[in-house]
């Protein structure tokens, strides 16, 4: 019976964090929606977007909501020509994370979480590959371009030719991604030291001799 429950609440914990998977896609798609537009006559949604290429301030220069496309990776930026490579790739990594998920379901919450939000920011730029080319008829299946919006200042770099003014411009799938991976980096030490620990409380459990109560 033991067993069983431990199983079972191992399951009750991976469908809670995925509910934060399932909230960064939608309000990642949401916001794409509000700024691409989108007509859905069935629905009686019809949402105007805005034109490619503009810009509306929200802080000044600082924050700007700055509609742009790309159909490379992450804030934009392209490494192969092959989008059905690229897509068919973010297919495989969304349902091997999907499962070392599954498999990490007792480890520590915030190793979960940070999965979580890789998963979610994963799904969400996917959605746009897979499925915007067609829904917009602007290319066919696996063809969609990421839509992107957020647009942050940056302080001058100028190292080595290399020159940035401003941050690439991301979404909310690009921040979620980056924000589980930064959780990754700093937590990562916890993560070990958790599992470093157990022998060594076996170990002294066993030398000392004692039986634990049941």
């Not at 991976?14 to 909230?23: H, K, L, P």
């Not at 503009?54 to 192969?80: C, H, K, Q, Y």
């Not at 007792?106 to 080319?133: C, H, P």
């Not at 924000?179 to 990754?184: F, L």
């Amino acid at each position: 019976m033991c067993g069983v429950q431990e199983v079972e609440e191992g399951d009750d914990v991976i469908v809670r964090v995925i509910f934060v998977t399932v909230f960064i896609v939608l309000a990642d798609q949401l916001t794409k929606f509000m700024i691409k537009g989108i007509d859905i006559p069935m629905l009686d949604i019809s949402l105007k977007g805005m034109p490619l290429g503009n810009s509306i301030p929200v802080f000044g220069d600082f924050l700007r909501i700055t509609f742009i496309e790309n159909p490379g990776m992450a804030f934009g930026i392209e490494v192969v020509d092959g989008k059905i490579f690229l897509t068919l790739f973010s297919i495989l990594a969304s349902v091997g994370i999907l499962f070392y998920l599954y498999i990490m379901r007792k480890e520590k919450l915030l190793f979960r979480l940070s999965l979580a939000l890789i998963l979610g920011g994963a799904i969400g730029n996917l959605i746009d590959r897979v499925f915007y080319g067609v829904i917009y008829g602007e290319s066919t299946l696996f063809h969609g371009k990421v839509v992107d919006f957020i647009d942050v200042d940056f302080f001058n770099i100028d190292f080595l030719g290399f020159q940035l003014s401003r941050f690439w411009v991301f979404n909310i799938a690009d921040a979620s991604v980056s924000i589980g991976v930064i959780m990754m980096l700093l937590f990562h030490r916890s993560f070990v030291d958790q599992d470093e620990q157990l022998p060594e409380i076996q170990s002294t459990e066993t030398s000392s001799g004692t039986t634990p109560s049941v």
